[in-house]
Nanobody
Framework: QVQVEESGGGLVQPGGSLRLSCTAS????????MTWDRQAPGKQREMVAV?????TTNYADSVKGRFTISRDQNTVYLQMNNLKPEDTAVYYC?????????????????WGRGTQVTVSS
């Protein structure tokens, strides 16, 4: 079983910055990707940014140039700059990879509970 926990959300004024963190723990053998999604009230969940083991990253068009995803072992960060009111949402972290069960390496795909980001003056 793999646990995923986000932190770093809060209230910030427009133009401000926040850094979200997400740490995966458990019997992890390898991580293939770490992703940040978000869901605003009344809207569908959307992918914000993803970082893969090979180092490639992708961003939603709405955050390109403002958000940066990075990773340090089992922790992924989302640096959010020049925040806008439309960035207000619950931000969720997803981690996908394989667990270590001796000779077996079954896949896992785990979500955190989310952290609230509110951008308002």
């Amino acid at each position: 079983q793999v646990q995923v926990e986000e932190s770093g959300g809060g209230l910030v004024q427009p133009g401000g910055s926040l850094r979200l963190s997400c740490t995966a723990s458990g019997n992890i053998f390898s991580i293939n990707s770490m992703t940040w999604d978000r869901q605003a009230p009344g809207k569908q969940r959307e992918m914000v940014a993803v970082i893969r083991t090979v180092g490639t990253t992708n961003y939603a068009d709405s955050v390109k140039g403002r958000f940066t995803i990075s990773r340090d072992q089992n922790t992924v960060y989302l640096q959010m700059n020049n925040l806008k009111p439309e960035d207000t949402a619950v931000y969720y972290c997803n981690v996908a990879g394989a667990v270590d069960r001796g000779v077996l390496r079954p896949p896992f795909d785990s979500w955190g509970r989310g952290t609230q980001v509110t951008v308002s003056s």
